[in-house]
């Protein structure tokens, strides 16, 4: 009886688990925007990373286990300390944890080269440019991808 | 100068001019006549002199010694016979001597003027070769200054190809600095309007509609800035790889327009003849000509409205987008779609915000569609017609670079 019991707990813990997107984003305005957005999204907590050098130092810690993996990577490219989002789903892609994690490209940088790169070479989800993915186009679309109502 | 440098040229033996002192005993010891100089040949003849004067002495004495003989009765038939061998030798010998010396002679000349002849071909052949020296020295100068040409010209292309690179980057990064404020105000305006601040008061949502409005049109002319961009280095391509249901595209650009016709108090219809068939079209792009072309009819509507048809004709997609504003002057149709920041006089009078730049790039797009676009007036303020024609039969093939020269001089 009591292994019953542990199961069940297990399985509500895991059913109430909230969906976890890591969100790499420099600039502060659009930091505040998605905190806000994310905010009126229940079950998904939201972690920032505004460094490329950061984003590194988290995709090894995920590997080592001592970091959570997340269910959803929102990725911008230019970033302040010249690590790049390129690098960091390049490295994302060969860190055995973190290479299937759907990540999605969310920039306003938009060259074609760049966006053939990484959503061919380096398998990104989607290319998105910021200025056309506004919160009432973005939150349904995180909803969806997350499996969430 | 001359002169000078004759006296210091060394003469060989057998050469005219040639003087050796002591040839004439070289000669006489037996030297080949090959070897004898002028002088020697000189001196070889005043010899013959001197023999015929010495054999003529000889002679004479001999004719003194035979008289004086005869008178001391010695045999007559001797004398005589020695006489007349001594005379018969002395001529033969001297006759044969003297052939034998000429010919040596004229051999020796004929030798010096071969030589002579051997010499000036020499010369000769020497001055050709220096002048053809000279001249394969000209052209592979000529070479080396063609083949730096083609090297700076390399370079000068690689430069430039550089510098085209070192545009679009620096485009795509003003763009991406211009975006990022843009897309935290469109986001922000977006959550207010979406109520996520709570309920906002009349006033202040129109407010906020309109920021999100002008702020929408940002967004569009930094989009657009960078389509500019990207035609003008030639970059971007017309990818022709899926057909394209014309219809729904058509309906999906006129639904994104109708707010702002409607916002004009103009009609904004679509009237489809006969059968659309599938062609293979850049989507993307041509959502952009459409946009472009129906747009702009929009904006210089004020009356009436904007009707686009669809047609099939003898191979050929054609649609015709026509407005009831303020028309087109000739001069202005003319420029259309070859000059960019270019508007018509009397748009300008009317404060439009144009978009000089969509219809020049709606007609690159096309163009790279293998397609026609043109405009017509349908008389002064009467409006106008904008035609694209489009072949159905498109080659689904490898994206096709959109040639250009976008000329910015405005008038």
């Given amino acids: ?149 | 100068m001359e002169k000078a440098e004759a006296s210091q040229k060394v003469i060989k033996i057998g050469e005219p001019g040639y003087v050796n002192r002591n040839c004439w005993l070289a000669r006489n010891l037996g030297y080949p006549p090959s070897k004898r100089c002028q002088y020697c040949e000189s001196k070889f003849r005043n010899c013959l002199f001197e023999r015929y004067l010495v054999i003529t002495l000889i002679l004479v004495s001999l004719l003194l010694i035979t008289s004086y003989l005869l008178e001391q009765n010695i045999s007559k038939l001797l004398i005589v016979s020695i006489f007349v061998l001594v005379i018969a030798y002395g001529y033969f010998f001297n006759k044969s001597t003297e052939k034998l010396i000429i010919s040596n002679f004229e051999e020796g000349k004929a030798k010096n003027a071969l030589k002579e002849l051997s010499n000036s071909l020499k010369q000769k052949v020497e001055e050709q070769t220096s002048e053809l020296r000279n001249q394969k020295e000209k052209v592979e100068k000529a070479l080396v200054i063609e083949k730096e040409a083609n090297e700076l010209e390399k370079h000068a292309n690689e430069e430039l190809k550089h510098l085209d690179e070192n545009k679009t980057d620096f485009m795509l990064i003003t763009q991406h600095h211009l975006r990022t404020p843009l897309s935290v105000n469109a986001g922000f305006i977006d959550l207010m309007v979406g109520g996520t601040f709570g309920k906002m008061s009349a006033k202040i949502k129109d407010v906020i509609l309109r920021l999100r409005e002008s702020t929408q049109k940002e967004i569009d002319v930094v989009n657009e800035l960078l389509d500019v961009s990207s035609y003008q280095i030639g970059k971007d391509m017309i990818h022709l790889d899926h057909p394209i249901d014309f219809e729904a595209l058509m309906n999906e650009t006129l639904k994104d327009l109708t707010a702002e016709a409607e916002a004009k108090g103009i009609y904004l219809k679509y009237e489809k003849q006969g059968e659309i068939p599938k062609v293979p079209a850049d989507r993307m792009k041509l959502k952009l000509v459409f946009t472009n072309v129906i747009d702009n009819c929009i904006k210089y509507t004020a009356k009436g409205g904007v009707t686009v048809t669809m047609k099939v004709e003898n191979d050929k997609l054609l649609i015709s987008v026509t407005d009831t504003g303020i028309g087109l002057s000739d001069e202005v149709i003319q420029n259309l779609f070859k000059q960019s920041f270019h508007r018509g006089e009397q748009a300008k009078k009317l404060f439009a915000v144009g978009k000089g730049l969509g219809l020049f790039l709606s007609g690159k797009i096309i163009e790279g569609h293998h397609g026609r676009i043109w405009a017509e007036s349908l008389g002064d303020g009467k409006g106008s017609g904008f035609y694209i024609e489009l072949p159905v039969k498109q080659e689904i093939n490898q994206p096709i670079k959109v040639e250009n020269n976008v000329s910015t001089n405005s008038k």
């Fill in chain 1, 1 to 149: 009886m009591p292994k019953i019991t542990i199961k069940k707990k297990a399985e509500v813990k895991s059913s109430t688990k909230k969906k976890h997107i890591l969100w790499i984003e420099d600039d502060f305005g659009l930091v505040a925007l998605y905190k806000t957005m994310i905010g009126t999204m229940p079950g998904i907590e939201l972690e920032v990373i505004t460094l490329g050098t950061i984003a590194l130092q988290r995709i090894k810690e995920i590997e080592a286990g001592i970091a959570e993996k997340p269910d959803l990577v929102m990725l911008d490219l230019l970033l302040p300390d010249g690590i790049n989002g390129d690098k960091i789903l390049e490295v994302m892609r060969q860190t055995p944890s973190t290479k299937d994690v759907p990540v999605y490209i969310l920039t306003n940088y938009g060259g074609e080269e760049m966006e053939s790169e990484l959503t061919k070479n380096l398998n990104a989800e989607k290319y998105m440019i910021k200025t056309d993915w506004t919160p009432s186009k973005l939150m349904p679309f995180l909803r969806e991808k997350l499996g969430l109502k």
